[in-house]
């Protein structure tokens, strides 16, 4: 493909959907209705860690509206898979909860109403007999002996091939720390943040006369959703027909196939269509967030402020269940070292499960934390070494052709380029040194 | 059980005597800015709803000493009137345009804190509030509206008729404090109405909001101010008393020790307004 | 009571697509019988533009006018497989697939374009505007809607095209971490200006100002629309927004946008950025993905900017005012 | 249960509707009228994507009972383009892309059809004051303070029949 003059690629052309957008006339999930349909809404947990004694239906059935309920026993296969499709596991999340609940606003049994007005009263009649159980919420804190355990398999991490975290071994780190002549330390911690998407997550299941189910999602991922959700409903693959593709800001909050299954179980189980829209209070407080991440950086860096040895260890707050946090923290590891040439570098990335709601993929994935916890570490690098914090990242800057700690060549580099157009759109003045640096021999368009 | 019987008197006296006859109980509903997201969400489902917008209560008179506004004014228009500056101010503190335009001054006297700072200028301004039911009238100060959390002194039966705001001789400033410059709940929200002679205060008013149960007034530093000039050193002091007599609470905007800290910081900028 | 200006500065790299279990994204396209080409996606728009990127970049590749490309998408039964939109990939991966689709459309409509001019397909080009034309003598030339006709009525022959890109799938090795888990890298710059109010512990940013390197501008207004939103996305993570307030506790959570505390349009910094071009070795036209970094540079340049006004480093995020008046107090505890 | 006849004008057409009381002018576009226009973000009051013009002032329409709008004029945004051809506002916000994912846009273009009507020559200030009811997460709310001044330059060279 020559390098011919681009007729279109490169220009501003208006957005496709933007006179849909402009005149309303855009459908999204939630415009949609059918006759007939029917409104889900969850019963939740109300505590952190509980064991589930009794659910009791008893007044909720007497609701004006009611159609019925569904808990785990009506779910064919009660266990998401969404990291097992893509080679992790073990899934270890309930579509809705068996004996226990681990975060404030798991999903324990599902109501089906002729109105949204009467989901809603019906779920709040469900009666729920819980005994709470010692929950744990800091991440050191649940990984100490004796802390209340989540899982399963008796621990409360994700298990990387055998080791307790994910590991990255790259060089000598304590020969790295002998040579330094300074040893830069320090902590960083990141928040729960909430995607916040304008439309909040939904979609509708609708059986069709031969059989099958169009579910129409405001999903990220079609072809995810589907699979995740046969599996779970224990159907061939062709009953299900996922349909969107317009999705009102999605940020990563809307990837974790949540509630397309049950909406496809409720319309199998009633041959009805079933609508199932977050409310804000559930986007907000139920729905997965950002995880929190806590990083520890231990830096050796020399007198002429090369950093020559790093070693980090993080601690991702990955709440009650997996979701993507497991793989977050895989690709926060290939990041966490930064866009630096670092000879020695030593980092174990841990996913550990606290009582809270669990947290999954956000816009940035796990190097958005790593970003934060490395460019103030740098900061802090310049002052100990009383170096300007410019000048401290054109010399440690990767540059095309070096080797990254998790064995990568760098390639397509150009941190040294942005920096100095940087340096000139704020009217910074940089040294002619630094200005004459270049990261490989990547040329401009 | 949903809503059975939505009631829309045409005027307060039918109002008055739907509350005291089959209309009794019912959920008044006017703006509809607190009630309805409530309803909205499944946390409340009221029977009966009596809705107020017809009643005739929308109106600002001006009775010499007095404004008197009807409690379904909205908010927008105590924004737009120019008669007493501060409810002016006081009423932009709240929402955003669209909210200000439903929200009415009888509402704002039932949000939940760290709502009220509407209601918290017309602590300030020394407002009365006047009820009325089938029995007649009554009045009170609205100082003593508020008995505690979410309780107010309001009988059965009786609705907000109107507040009569004297129009403040002295000066008067008020300054909201939250997290966003705009259309966000208050960290602490102060409304001050001072009275002078001979550059010493002969009436000091102060109420703060966001930082206790309900809207309330700073009586110790008002008396503090007394006969004082507002200098650097006696704001200094009032912020302290300030502090001392309020009691803040945690939510998910600021924690106490936060909205203790900024009540004398946003008491110093509100009467330094007033200084100069 | 003083208001302390900072500046603090950021660079960051970002990796395009991931590969856990591999990475791939197919497109098929085909033309009407009149000329329009059809892509059909099963990809998601997020509202970052898929949409508008991918029919650009197919009526590139095809040589016809843009508005002669339709997207048709995300229809499991109609679309072919698409890993989903995140990992800024839907451009990088999609896109190249869509190049690979067009490619094999765009020899199928020459061929037949050829056998109506009687001339070899490579002395032939488009000219964008819809008309495959002679090389050199342009007035000899076949409108793409008589080339579809003649193509389905006369030839019956199909013009369409099948793509696939894929980043295969890659293990990671359990001892040293090896592993290869994106295509290409993206990379950014921020400077923040800040003023710290040291009375209420309020930031204030004036600006965040930024240089990013992104392969190739596939459209330049939506590439300025992703820095922007991500500009102030990244405001909102480094002062504003938690569902946790008082992390890791789990009470006083928010439960909507009253409580749950974003910046709004008066919180707005001045927002500037260029963008610089470095054809990635893999991309689509040299593409490098772009929206999931956005928020990235700008949360700690604030960070930093904060240090340098006040002194303190804070190293929790959201730096609350609160946080601010706590690093401030203890300061001034260690200083005396 | 006595449920009256509600009576108001829609983008210009009269409409009777009979609904449950309390049943909200957003619930009574979307799923009683079908105009879906006007969008459903939180039901709270705090995002104004439902924000619809009641007699010309903006509102939002998840808090108001249709007991509130009886005799009342509603506009929403499948009223503002009535023959067809875009207003200016929807012009701007297309060509200056304040638009991405397109769910807060309904009610953007509302809350600043009403400022145009109220104000024809809006400084930024007033621009923020009138958006500040309005939650967007993708575009970081510049590009929409420029297409609302983009739109009343666009209203005041057409009101001047330039």
């Given at each position: 493909m020559s390098e011919r003059t681009l007729n279109v690629v490169g220009k501003s052309v208006p957005r496709r959907d933007g006179m849909g957008h402009v005149t309303g006339k855009t459908v999204f999930v939630n415009d949609i209705r059918f006759p007939d349909m029917l409104y889900l809404k969850m019963v939740r947990s109300s505590v952190p860690h509980a064991k589930i004694l009794n659910v009791d239906f008893s007044a909720a059935e007497k609701v004006p509206g009611y159609v019925r309920a569904l808990t785990h026993e009506d779910v064919p296969k009660n266990i998401y898979t969404i990291l097992t499709l893509i080679g992790v596991g073990p899934d270890e999340e309930y579509v809705l909860a068996e004996d226990k609940v681990r975060y404030i606003g798991e999903p324990i049994a599902a109501v089906l109403a002729e109105t949204e007005e009467a989901a809603m009263e019906a779920a709040a009649q469900v009666r729920l007999e819980l005994e709470e159980l010692p929950a744990v919420f800091d991440v050191e804190e649940a990984l100490k002996p004796g802390a209340p355990i989540l899982k399963e398999w008796g621990t409360n991490y994700f298990v990387y091939e055998g080791h307790h975290c994910r590991r990255v071994r790259f060089g000598d780190v304590e020969q790295g720390f002998n040579e330094a002549d300074f040893i830069v330390e320090d902590r960083y911690q990141t928040s729960p943040i909430e995607h916040a998407p304008s439309e909040t997550t939904g979609c509708i299941a609708k059986p069709e006369a031969d059989g099958r189910i169009t579910i129409f999602s405001n999903t990220q991922a079609l072809f995810f959703t589907l699979d995740n959700a046969a599996i779970i409903l224990q159907v061939p693959f062709q009953k299900l027909h996922l349909v969107g593709g317009t999705v009102g800001g999605g940020f990563g909050g809307k990837v974790d196939v949540i509630v397309e299954p049950i909406s496809a179980l409720a319309a199998m189980k009633t041959n009805r269509p079933v609508k199932y829209v977050f409310s804000r209070q559930e986007e907000m407080q139920a729905s997965s967030s950002r995880g929190a991440w806590r990083m520890y950086f231990k830096d050796g860096v020399t007198k002429d402020g090369r950093i020559v040895a790093r070693k980090i260890t993080t601690y991702a707050d990955a709440g009650a269940y997996n979701r993507h946090t497991p793989y977050a923290v895989t690709k926060h590891a290939a990041n966490i070292a930064g866009p630096y040439r670092i000879p020695n570098v030593w980092i174990d990335a841990h996913c550990v499960y606290t009582n809270k709601q669990p947290g999954s993929a956000m816009r940035g994935f796990g190097v958005t934390p790593a970003s934060f916890a490395l460019e103030m570490q740098m900061d802090k690098i310049a002052k100990v070494v009383g170096m300007d914090p410019w000048e401290i990242r054109f010399l440690n800057a990767y540059r095309d052709g070096d080797m990254k700690p998790h064995q990568k060549v760098v390639e397509d580099a150009t941190l040294i380029e942005v920096m100095q157009a940087a340096a000139q759109l704020v009217g910074h003045d940089l040294p002619e040194n630094l200005m004459q640096m270049k990261s490989g021999n990547g040329k401009e368009a | 059980m949903s809503i059975q019987e939505y009631f829309r008197p045409q005027s307060i006296e039918e109002a008055t005597r739907l509350l005291a006859d089959q209309a009794q109980g019912s959920l008044i509903l006017a703006g509809g800015t607190l009630a309805m997201p409530l309803i909205n969400d499944g946390i409340s489902m009221p029977e009966m709803v009596l809705g107020l917008k017809d009643s005739g209560l929308n109106y600002i008179k001006d009775q010499d000493k007095y404004l008197v506004i009807g409690a379904t004014a909205t908010l927008s228009q105590m924004a737009s009137q120019t008669k007493i500056s501060m409810l002016s101010e006081a009423a932009l503190a709240v929402g955003g345009w669209a909210i200000r335009n439903m929200a009415t001054v009888g509402g704002n006297f039932f949000a939940p804190p760290p709502g009220g700072d509407f209601t918290a200028a017309l602590l300030a301004l020394d407002a009365e509030i006047t009820f009325v039911s089938s029995q007649g009238e009554r009045t009170i100060a609205v100082k003593d509206f508020f008995t505690g959390f979410l309780t107010n002194s309001m009988a059965p039966g009786e609705i907000i008729k109107e507040v009569r705001v004297p129009f403040p001789e002295g000066k008067t400033a008020f300054t909201k404090y939250g997290r966003r410059h705009a259309n966000t709940p208050s960290i602490v929200a102060i409304a001050a109405n001072l009275g002078y002679q001979s550059e010493k205060v002969s009436k000091a008013r102060i109420a703060l909001n966001a930082v206790g149960p309900y809207p309330l007034r700073a009586v110790m530093t008002e008396d503090y101010l007394l006969g004082k000039s507002l200098t650097e050193q006696v704001i200094q002091e009032a912020g302290e008393i300030a502090a001392g007599e309020c009691s803040p609470f945690t939510d998910a905007i600021a924690s106490e020790w936060y909205r203790r800290k900024m009540v004398p910081v946003i008491l110093g900028r509100t009467l330094e307004q007033i200084g100069d | 009571m003083a208001k302390l200006k900072g500046v603090g500065m950021a660079a960051v790299n970002y990796p395009t697509g991931m590969n856990l279990g591999g990475d791939p994204s197919q497109a098929l396209i085909h033309s009407t019988t009149t000329g329009n080409f059809v892509i059909s996606l099963s990809s998601t728009d997020l509202g970052q533009g898929l949409k508008t990127v991918i029919a650009q970049i197919g009526a590139e590749v095809l040589g016809v006018p843009f508005d002669n490309v339709l997207i048709d998408t995300a229809d499991t039964d109609t679309g072919p497989h698409c890993m989903g939109t995140f990992a800024s990939r839907a451009t990088h991966r999609v896109g190249n697939a869509v190049i690979q689709a067009a490619e094999e459309a765009r020899k199928i409509m020459l061929e037949v374009a050829a056998d109506e001019l009687e001339i070899s397909p490579d002395d032939l080009e488009t000219d964008g505007q819809g008309n495959i034309r002679v090389k050199g003598s342009p007035e000899k030339s076949i409108n793409i809607v008589d080339l579809a006709l003649a193509a389905h009525f006369k030839y019956g022959r199909t013009i369409s095209g099948r793509g696939m890109y894929m980043k295969p799938k890659s293990d990671v090795d359990p001892e040293t971490g090896k592993m290869d888990p994106d295509s290409t890298e993206a990379h950014a710059c921020t400077v923040a200006e800040v003023e710290v109010d040291t009375e209420t512990g309020e930031v204030t940013v004036f600006s965040l100002k930024s240089a990013y390197e992104i392969g190739r501008q596939v459209n330049p207004a939506l590439v300025e629309g992703q820095i922007r939103g991500g500009s102030v996305m990244g405001m909102a993570h480094v002062l504003y927004e938690t569902t946790h307030p008082y992390y890791p506790e789990v009470d006083h959570l928010p439960t909507g946008f009253s409580d749950y505390v974003l910046p709004g349009p008066w919180e707005l910094p001045e927002v500037e950025s260029v963008v610089l071009e470095y054809p990635?070795?893999?991309?689509?036209?040299?593409v490098k993905g772009l929206g999931e970094m956005t928020a990235n540079s700008p949360i700690p340049a604030i960070a930093n900017a904060i240090t340098d006004a006040i002194g303190v480093r804070i190293t929790e995020i959201p730096i609350t005012p609160e946080k601010i008046l706590r690093a401030l107090e203890e300061k001034e505890n260690v200083s005396n | 249960m006595s449920v009256r006849i509600v009576n108001f004008t829609l983008n210009g057409r009269n409409i009777d509707v009979m609904v449950k009381p309390l049943t909200t002018l957003q619930k009574l576009l979307r799923e009683h009228l079908n105009y879906t226009a006007t969008k459903t973000g939180c039901k709270q009051g705090s995002c104004g994507s439902c924000t619809v013009l009641v007699n010309g002032e903006p509102m939002v329409s998840c808090l108001l009972p249709v007991e509130d709008i009886v005799g009342k004029n509603v506009l929403t945004l499948e009223g503002l383009s009535d023959n067809g051809d875009l207003h200016p506002i929807q012009e701007s916000f297309f060509e200056l892309f304040a638009v991405q994912c397109g769910y807060c846009t309904p009610g953007m273009i509302m809350v600043s059809k009403a400022l145009l009507d109220h104000n024809p020559d809006p400084n930024r200030d007033e621009i923020l004051d009138a958006l500040t009811g309005n939650y967007c997460r993708c575009t970081g709310y510049e590009p929409i303070i420029r297409a609302v001044e983009e739109s009343a330059r666009r209203l005041n060279l057409a009101g001047e029949g330039v």
């Open positions: - | - | 990635s070795v893999n991309g689509p036209y040299g | -």
